[in-house]
């Protein structure tokens, strides 16, 4: 599916599918606080790459997709976007959206 924010046709997740991803990605967050707690150092000395490699090796393992990185992984939603535009074929951004970010095509009511 097109995903708008990387400009390219990227693997898209089902509700279940993310779940898993975003408790890695969870995981992560805490991992990267605790860490930086235990040895007093600012954020730019901690290994985030590390921190969140569950989660992109989840996402290659839903989708065959290797080296997104983890903030892209998490907009790879299906449910965040909205049905395909009636004349590009792109999807919405949002499900709500009335135009179409990649043509400016407004969606027909109804």
């Not at 089902?14 to 408790?23: G, K, T």
């Not at 990185?69 to 074929?89: K, V």
């Amino acid at each position: 599916m097109w995903c708008w924010r990387c400009k390219s046709e990227m693997p898209m997740l089902s509700e279940d599918e993310f779940s898993s991803v975003q408790a890695l990605y969870s995981g992560g967050i805490k991992a990267t606080k605790e860490f930086r707690q235990k040895w007093g150092i600012a954020l730019e000395g901690v290994p985030i790459d590390d921190l969140f490699r569950p989660v992109r090796t989840r996402y290659e393992e839903l989708t065959s997709m290797k080296d997104c990185h983890q903030n892209a992984i998490m907009h790879h939603r299906i449910s965040l976007y909205g049905p395909p535009c009636e004349q590009c074929g792109k999807p919405l951004r949002t499900p709500k959206a009335k135009l179409c970010g990649a043509c400016m095509h407004p969606k027909s009511e109804g």
